[in-house]
């Protein structure tokens, strides 16, 4: 691959691994056929192209774990990297403790291979706002700042 702004060639390894849409594979409105996934490696990566699907496959959970830390990490221009781990850990326990509570309370077992099946109602999104408004009766919200000029800033809808 050559980039056209600068000139510069790029080499690297493209997989392609088919897979027939069985249950968990197939679409919603399709109900049989076959699912191209395209796969592009460095050149030092030799992996067998039948173990590339499982491979990625395990590695989604991790990625969509950063994603959604992502969403309730706390944002610092501190240098300090305590600190900023420290933003990282809570985000953690965050998202853990909404995948908890989603597992332990909201689910109900089911027949079948997965055993159990959880409320789609109780998103991510809504457990941070409940966390907002719990620390917000604990720790009174603050909607306006006094400045040094005898001005006040005021900020409207929280």
Same mark, same amino acid.
């Given at each position: 691959? @050559?980039?056209?702004?600068?000139? *510069?060639k790029? @080499? #690297?390894?493209l997989?392609?691994?088919?897979k027939?849409w069985k249950k968990?594979?197939?679409r919603?409105?399709?109900?049989h056929? &076959?699912? !191209?996934?395209?796969y592009?490696t460095g050149? %030092? +990566?030799?992996?067998p192209? *039948?173990r590339m699907f499982?491979? !990625?496959?395990?590695?989604f959970?991790i *990625?969509?774990?950063?994603r @959604?830390?992502? =969403?309730?990490?706390?944002r610092t221009?501190? =240098?300090?990297a &305590?600190l900023?781990?420290l933003?990282?850990l809570?985000?953690?326990v965050?998202?853990?403790?909404?995948?908890?509570?989603?597992?332990q309370y909201?689910?109900k @077992?089911t027949? %079948?291979? !997965?055993?159990? =099946?959880?409320?789609?109602? #109780?998103t991510? #999104?809504?457990m941070?706002? #409940?966390?907002? /408004?719990? /620390? *917000?009766m +604990? !720790?009174?919200a &603050?909607?306006?700042?006094?400045m040094k000029?005898?001005?006040?800033v005021?900020?409207?809808?929280?």
């Amino acid at each position: 691959m @050559t980039d056209s702004a600068t000139g *510069e060639k790029c @080499t #690297f390894r493209l997989y392609a691994v088919s897979k027939y849409w069985k249950k968990r594979y197939r679409r919603r409105k399709k109900k049989h056929g &076959v699912q !191209y996934m395209y796969y592009a490696t460095g050149n %030092g +990566v030799n992996i067998p192209v *039948e173990r590339m699907f499982d491979l !990625y496959r395990q590695r989604f959970g991790i *990625e969509s774990s950063y994603r @959604t830390m992502k =969403k309730s990490r706390g944002r610092t221009s501190s =240098k300090s990297a &305590v600190l900023r781990l420290l933003h990282i850990l809570v985000s953690f326990v965050i998202q853990n403790e909404w995948v908890y509570i989603k597992w332990q309370y909201l689910s109900k @077992t089911t027949r %079948g291979r !997965y055993g159990k =099946k959880y409320d789609t109602r #109780f998103t991510y #999104f809504r457990m941070r706002q #409940f966390l907002r /408004l719990a /620390l *917000e009766m +604990v !720790y009174s919200a &603050v909607n306006s700042v006094q400045m040094k000029n005898g001005r006040s800033v005021t900020i409207l809808g929280g």
